[in-house]
């Protein structure tokens, strides 16, 4: 019998026994066709093996699916992250409750658990190349960019040049990121994800959204 059937039917019989105390639990068990051991285990308050939280998740189900949906909202934003940073995050959450922090393999076996997200190595991808990429893929990080301003609220004025903000360099070598476990994406070392505004003329800035040019390729 299917895990998941056998589960469900055990719910059902402890639910009949909530209502009907005068219900014997073997009765119960023959009528659900459960097994009377397990049956009895449960209403005794003895927790299923699959709901148990094993010793080595520090970290509550609310806490990991928030850290799992800062690492989606990130990537979807052209960042994604590495195995160290989410250890960082992991054990800033559980500082917060005086509690030992994670161990070295805990950031792997998470995403291991994790179904939405999954590693994955990036290279180097040479600029020239790129400059030569897919038109379609071009026209996706357009798409990208509406997006995280329609998202986000980022007025025109607020999308700024090079020369006036820092922005984040490319990665000189292979390196391992998290991302979300349905897209493939590659990183340009040296063109990180960014906005550019042209330049201000003497006249009236232009703050319609075709005023924004593309001032470098993103992570892909």
């Known amino acids: 019998m299917p895990q998941s059937s056998d589960e469900a039917r055990i719910l059902l019989a402890l639910r009949a026994l909530q209502n009907n105390p005068k219900l014997s639990l073997r009765r119960t068990a023959d009528i659900y066709k459960v097994n009377y051991w397990k049956l009895r285990r449960r209403h005794n308050g003895i927790q299923s093996r699959c709901d148990w939280i094993p010793k080595s998740r520090k970290l509550s189900h609310l806490e990991e699916q ?29 500082a917060d409750r005086d509690a030992s922090p994670v161990g070295k393999r805990w950031a792997h076996n998470f995403i291991k658990r ?71 994406l590659l990183t340009y070392s040296a063109s990180p994800p960014c906005l550019r505004k042209q330049s201000e003329s003497s006249q009236a800035q232009n703050d319609r959204l075709d005023g924004i040019e593309v001032g470098c390729l993103p992570k892909w």
């Open 66 to 94: 928030i850290i799992v949906q800062f690492i989606l909202d990130l990537d979807s934003r052209g960042f994604p992250s590495r195995l160290r940073f989410v250890e960082e995050m992991a054990n800033s959450l559980l």
């Open 114 to 184: 994790q179904p939405e997200l999954k590693t994955r190595l990036f290279r180097r991808y040479d600029y020239q190349r790129a400059k030569c990429e897919d038109p379609t893929i071009i026209r996706g990080w357009f798409r990208l960019v509406q997006n995280t301003i329609a998202k986000y609220g980022i007025r025109s004025d607020d999308i700024w040049n090079f020369d006036e903000t820092p922005y984040s360099g490319g990665f000189n070598r292979p390196s391992e990121r998290i991302s979300p476990s349905t897209v493939w």
